[in-house]
């Protein structure tokens, strides 16, 4: 096990006044802005753009990106805290808020130029743009090296064809970083990345998805039809955007670690509390073993996603490989969140199938975390290299 403990030493489970502060300005928020909201938009399918704008300026749009740049500075430890704090109070906004900070904006910070990062980073940050991250494609989704969105060099531009599905932000999304092929179909280094802004000629928003869960936090295909795109907007090197896409991902999926954390914690605190209101026999179910020892394996496990994901989100603010443990916390934390909120609805009995009651709205939103940036299987398949290398 010295491979897996041998990068333990350094962390520390207190939680720090900045993620203390984050917590308390988030639930304040969340309570005032969200939660009266959350079954309108979810019905309706509604992204509530205005809410995001007044998320940046909280600065929860830029919670990585520098002060410099117009973010909040923070390392991953708030991030996290952040990410958890509103999907405990709605999943979809959540999930949006993690698709913003650590993909598209994200990838600009990690690998854009300098003159890139001031263009877009402080629009960004701010929420003046909403960001949106391009990658997988409708035939195309683990095997992204099999992409058929081709950019063709004409002068100084680029001529890109060709269609990205399951986009978060795909229609309401100001700037999106997409990744196309400019080489060989399955050549990691014949892929590049372009920053695009809404209104290019020839980008355009398809159909938005009709979803199980994660109704606020919209999805929709991208469009290219003889798309210019000058090679100013390239990020990095023509061929370097696989490369780029795969260490982007690694921070994505401790977003979405957090972000499965959160659910399974909103489902947990609605479970418990119904458990210990609920009178059967002139007494509280919670009372019951059969209903305690679900709440004790939930709140176990929660604990376990958590520090899995506090633990990567440590490496990653100090510049070590993640590959491994990001994809260990989403796997481990994406399941749990699916298995709480199942025994949450299973606490609630008959009201947990109704929408009268928070669960089946966290039971609805849980399972995409089990697929968003990489399914189970496919962080089975990383972590099963990096052990048998």
């Known amino acids: 096990m010295e491979v897996i403990t041998d990068r333990l030493a350094s962390i520390s489970f207190d939680e720090t006044e900045n993620q203390k502060m984050i917590s308390q300005m988030v639930h304040d ?6 939660r009266p909201n959350i079954m309108t938009w979810d ?26 740049f117009g973010g909040a500075g923070f390392g991953y430890l708030e991030y996290i805290t ?43 940050a701010s929420c003046e743009f909403i960001g949106a991250w391009g990658l997988t494609e409708p035939n195309t989704g683990s095997d992204a090296g099999n992409m058929r969105t081709v950019a063709v060099r004409d002068g100084d531009y680029y001529i890109v064809n060709g269609a990205k599905n399951f986009i978060t932000h795909g229609k309401s999304g100001d700037v999106a970083v997409v990744i196309v092929r400019t080489g060989e179909v399955g050549d990691s ?34 469009i290219f039809s003889d798309c210019r795109i000058h090679k100013s907007q390239v990020i990095g090197k023509e061929g370097d955007g696989f490369v780029q896409a795969l260490k982007v991902l690694d921070g994505g999926r401790i977003s ?39 709440l004790a394996d939930m709140a176990t496990k929660i604990e376990a996603a958590k ?53 089946e709205k966290f039971y609805r939103d849980a399972k995409l975390c089990t697929i968003g940036e990489g399914t189970s299987e496919i962080q089975k398949l990383v972590i099963s290299r990096s052990i048998l290398k």
Request: net charge neutral; charged share 20%.
């Open 29 to 34: 928020f969340g309570n005032k802005e969200i």
């Open 43 to 68: 019905e309706s399918q509604e992204f509530p753009v205005q809410l995001f704008k007044k998320m940046g300026a909280l600065g929860l749009m830029g919670v990585l990106v520098p002060e410099e």
């Open 82 to 124: 952040a990410i958890i704090e509103i999907a405990r109070i709605d999943g979809s906004i959540g999930l949006s808020v993690a698709a913003h900070n650590s993909l598209c904006t994200n990838h600009i910070l990690q690998f854009a130029s300098p003159e890139q990062k001031k263009k877009y980073l402080p629009k960004l």
């Open 189 to 222: 280094h014949g892929m590049t990345a372009f920053i695009i802004e809404k209104g290019t000629p020839g980008f355009s928003a398809g159909k938005k998805e009709n979803k199980l869960g994660m109704r606020a936090s919209e999805t929709a295909e991208l």
């Open 256 to 294: 979405i670690a957090a972000l499965s954390v959160g659910i399974a914690v909103g489902a947990f605190d609605a479970a418990l509390k119904y458990s210990q209101e609920r009178q059967q026999f002139n007494k509280p179910i919670s009372t019951f073993q059969g209903i305690s020892f679900k």
């Open 307 to 359: 520090l899995l994901t506090l633990r990567a989100g440590d490496l990653k603010n100090r510049g070590e490989s993640v590959t491994r443990e990001s994809a260990m916390a989403k796997l481990y934390a994406s399941e749990v969140a699916v298995e709480v909120a199942n025994e949450a609805v299973q606490i609630f009995g008959g009201y947990g199938y109704t929408k009268d009651f928070p669960v």
